[in-house]
């Protein structure tokens, strides 16, 4: 346990404190998911990508030898439209990763989602509404260092919350759970669960 998360747990010690202040919204986690979650997407249209040039290359080099005017225009307009659609899925996950943007503060985790201001959601849930924190395996991205957190909780606009490919889910967890368990305590005094 590093000297962070034993200062977040004497703060939050139900026995030195009365009651949890509902104001504090000091940050103790901010972040985004890493770009590895793409991988699979990068890969994907790159090959599309890279295939399409290839087969520009070739049909340019003599394969258009003895095809019609029609043909020949047909292939170009499908070797560039998937190069332009390569381009445009791979940044499109590009910037949807990068807009993925979650903060944990004392009392609330919020989630910001979405590439432009018009189809941005920001989405708040109470820590106290937390259900339960999961931390499933981290699978691949276990590789690089990554793992997911999910989060279960009894909000209505976001019945789950996944953290994705994130560095040191566990010292987040530790953060986490002493402000948790005092929330929920607190909630229990206030409304009886």
């Not at 991988?39 to 080099?61: E, K, N, P, Q």
């Not at 953290?163 to 948790?180: F, V, Y």
Request: glycine share 8%; charged share 25%.
């Amino acid at each position: 346990m590093n000297d962070e998360t034993a200062q977040l747990m004497e703060e939050v010690d139900t026995e030195n404190q009365k009651s949890v202040s509902y104001d504090d919204e000091t940050v103790i986690w901010e972040g985004r998911p890493s770009q590895w979650v793409n991988l699979g997407t990068f890969i994907w249209w790159g090959v599309f990508f890279i295939g399409s040039a290839v087969s520009l290359f070739l049909w340019d080099a003599g394969l258009n030898d003895g095809y019609s005017v029609l043909i020949n225009e047909a292939v170009y307009w499908v070797c560039y439209g998937l190069m332009g659609l390569s381009i445009t899925s791979i940044l499109y996950a590009y910037l949807s990763v990068h807009y993925e943007h979650t903060v944990i503060t004392r009392n609330k985790i919020k989630e910001a989602k979405g590439i432009t201001s018009i189809f941005r959601q920001e989405l708040f849930c109470e820590i106290s509404d937390i259900k339960d924190i999961n931390s499933p395996p981290a699978g691949l991205l276990g590789l690089v260092g990554l793992s997911t957190l999910v989060i279960e909780t009894n909000d209505d606009d976001q019945p789950i919350i996944k953290i994705r490919a994130i560095k040191n889910r566990d010292q987040l967890i530790e953060k986490l759970l002493p402000i948790w368990r005092k929330l929920k305590i607190e909630r229990k005094g206030y409304f009886g669960d």
